[in-house]
């Protein structure tokens, strides 16, 4: 008998039923909501303590913000592929249901359901709920790329990426809907953990797909792609871990990126000056020094007597 019961086993076909359960999910309308619901408290926080008031004098920029940010995705893969950028917009069930999910986070009476929203409980419930969506997103991203572009893994990877984190990127054209642009806050040049996860998804599918170093049933790596995500977003929520990535990201770059070389060079050019501070200094370089003396002496004495002629005078 080992430390864990044998009721709580799990086989691997019952791991892959659940993968298939997961993946037969619609999305529409909980995890949708849910989606919208965390875009919406998201640009009302980065709005600030004048996010009511700029809702009040501003309604249509503040509407267009949250459709921006609510479909980044799908806006960003019709724009890498060629497709209309008007293409998520296409199903008004959607739009609706992202106006009525931004009107309550906005306007709802005592601001109720955005204090709702922002318990403990209830968003922890709604970040597992977007999660499961992301991974549900990049999958379908990868399999429409592969379908236009079979040949093409990058062309896969970057549209599974733009349909999991376009938020990051199209938040430049969100702020400029807002009257605000800060151009060097942005996904490219400072990608957070969510992106980085979301290029680990799409790489392991594209991989998975084209039966490249991943050749377990899809069932059972979709259900590992949402617990990974899940997991780490829990633990960014309950933890305060942000950013697991970043250590290996610091070993890679120390070894690739030409960290190691430039530690190294550091070292020779402080070895080298503390060796010259060092060294007994030759004959011809104390007269050096010597000389210079002679000369600041010299200097001084001219000014000194320079102004006591002006005084005589």
């Known amino acids: 008998m080992g430390w864990v019961p044998d009721e709580w086993s799990i086989d691997h076909e019952s791991l892959i039923e659940a993968g298939g359960y997961v993946q037969r999910l619609k999305m529409y309308p ?3 909501a849910a989606h919208y619901i965390l875009t ?3 640009i009302r926080q980065d ?3 004048d996010a009511i008031q700029f809702s009040r004098k501003h309604p249509f920029s503040c509407w267009l913000s949250c459709l921006l940010m609510s479909f980044a995705g799908s806006f960003l893969s019709g724009f890498l592929l060629g497709e209309p950028i008007v293409t998520p917009l296409k199903r008004h069930d959607d739009v609706i249901l992202a106006t009525i999910v931004w009107y309550f986070v906005f306007y709802s009476p005592f601001d109720i359901f955005y204090k709702l929203c922002n318990l403990f409980p209830v968003k922890v419930g709604l970040s597992v709920l977007k999660e499961i969506q992301r991974a549900s997103k990049i999958a379908a991203g990868v399999k429409h790329a592969g379908r236009i572009y079979p040949e093409s ?4 990877i970057l549209v599974g990426v733009a349909k999991g984190a376009g938020a990051g990127v199209v938040k430049i ?3 400029l809907a807002r009257g605000t642009w800060i151009p060097t806050n942005h996904e490219i040049l400072r990608p957070s953990f969510t992106t980085k996860a979301c290029v680990v998804a799409a790489s392991v599918f594209t991989m998975e797909r084209h039966s490249m170093y991943v050749t377990a049933p899809h069932d059972l790596v979709y259900l590992c792609v949402v617990g990974f995500f899940v997991y780490f977003k829990l633990a960014s929520l309950c933890l305060s871990v942000h950013d697991v990535l970043q250590p290996i990201e610091n070993i890679l770059c120390a070894i690739f990126m030409g ?4 530690a190294f060079a550091k070292a020779v050019e402080s070895t080298k000056q503390a060796i010259q501070s060092n060294r007994s200094l030759s004959e011809e370089e104390i007269l050096a020094k010597e000389r210079e003396k002679v000369l600041k002496k010299k200097k001084a004495l001219q000014t000194q007597s320079n102004g006591v002629d002006k005084k005589n005078d």
Request: hydrophobic letters at 40%; one cysteine or more.
């Open 259 to 262: 960290g190691i070389i430039d």
């Open 30 to 32: 909980y995890f949708d």
């Open 47 to 49: 709005l600030g303590p």
């Open 40 to 42: 919406c408290l998201s």
């Open 173 to 175: 054209v969100e702020q």
């Open 153 to 156: 893994y990058l062309v896969q």
